[in-house]
């Protein structure tokens, strides 16, 4: 079945980078694009970014702009996101999740990101 | 960016009643639509995308409509597992937004 596994939580001084990997596993990987997304406590989904399956095109939300790189390793089954330059308002839960025809599918288990001094 | 407006905030019924969700976006979305249904402490599962199709093991009792600007989750017999919270996604030019969250509980 399609699982998606992702790294442990992180604490995370202001102003360092974080890098949260997804590990996939019951389907073809290049096959899929993946989406990340994040959820501050108590707070609305929000969408970050996704990378293509096949040619690992990406595309960001504004919002995170410059301080967002999504990533891909095929021959691992394996992607990564990373956020620079972290401030507080960062703190949250950060999903992978599969797309399935435009829309996130199968979701990894969140990483919780703390950022504080 | 296009933005979603979920009402109501907050949705009090009983299992057995009818609920009905509405997202409505700023501009038009096409069919792009997909709803999530999210519980405390866990990751949203997927239940309609592209406005109206179900996803693969959702009951049928979940059905969504609309296009364009105007969209609506209908659950037709509330059952005790159903009350959780519940976004609307967009998709335009393959960026995204969430609309705030409907949180339906129990009356």
């Known amino acids: 079945q399609v699982q998606l596994v992702q790294s442990g939580a992180e604490v995370k001084k202001p102003g360092a980078s974080v890098k949260v990997s997804c590990k996939a596993s019951?389907?073809?990987?290049?096959?899929?694009?993946m989406h990340w997304v994040r959820q501050a406590p108590g707070q609305r989904l929000e969408w970050m970014g996704w990378?293509?399956?096949?040619?690992?095109?990406?595309k960001y939300s504004q919002k995170f702009q410059g301080r967002l790189t999504i990533t891909r390793d095929t021959s691992a089954s394996t992607a990564y996101m990373e956020l620079s330059s972290l401030r507080a308002e960062d703190t949250a839960v950060y999903y992978c999740a599969r797309d399935l025809l435009g829309s996130p599918d199968y979701w990894g288990q969140g990483t919780l990101v703390i950022v504080s001094s | 960016e296009i933005v979603l407006t979920q009402s109501p905030a907050t949705l009090s019924l009983s299992p057995g009643e009818r609920a009905t969700l509405s997202c409505r976006a700023s501009q038009s979305v096409g069919s792009f639509l997909a709803w999530y249904q999210q519980k405390p402490g866990q990751a949203p599962r997927l239940l309609i995308y592209d406005a109206f199709n179900r996803a693969t093991g959702i009951p049928a009792r979940f059905s969504g409509s609309g296009s364009g600007t105007d969209f609506t989750l209908t659950i037709s017999s509330l059952e005790p597992e159903d009350f959780a919270v519940y976004y609307c996604l967009q998709r335009t030019n393959w960026m995204y937004t969430f609309g705030q969250g409907t949180n339906l509980e129990i009356k």
């Open positions: 990378v293509n399956g096949g040619n690992t095109d990406t």
């Open positions: 019951g389907y073809t990987f290049s096959t899929y694009d």
